[in-house]
Nanobody, 125 residues
Framework: QVQLVESGGGLVQAGGSLRLSCAAS????????MGWFRQAPGKEREFVAA????????YYADSVKGRFTISRDNAKNTVYLQMNSLQPEDTAVYYC??????????????????WGQGTQVTVSS
């Protein structure tokens, strides 16, 4: 059973930065694609970014491309989301997720089988 624990959320002014972390345990982390999703109040959860098991391939939603960077440290079983130039529309609960199957790469929510509890990011204008 895998466990994912996010941290690093908080309140930041527009234009600021935050770095989210997600620590994984209970599975061979280095064999799985990791992703970040977010859910704003009253909206469905949406894809933000994903990174392949060795970090060689990354995907981003158009809304965050050029502002957010996903990375991972397999030695620490941790995935990161560096968020720069934050805007009020980035306000959401951010979730990290682990792909259902090893050595698969995707960005659809249904492809991810394990989820963290979420961390709140609030961007004030």
């Amino acid at each position: 059973q895998v466990q994912l624990v996010e941290s690093g959320g908080g309140l930041v002014q527009a234009g600021g930065s935050l770095r989210l972390s997600c620590a994984a345990s209970g599975r061979t982390f280095s064999a799985y694609t990791m992703g970040w999703f977010r859910q704003a109040p009253g909206k469905e959860r949406e894809f933000v970014a994903a990174i392949s098991w060795r970090g060689g391939t990354t995907y981003y939603a158009d809304s965050v491309k050029g502002r957010f960077t996903i990375s991972r440290d397999n030695a620490k079983n941790t995935v990161y989301l560096q968020m720069n130039s934050l805007q009020p529309e980035d306000t959401a609960v951010y979730y990290c997720a682990l792909e259902r199957n090893p050595y698969e790469l995707g960005s659809r929510e249904t492809q991810f089988g394990s989820w963290g509890q979420g961390t709140q990011v609030t961007v004030s204008s």
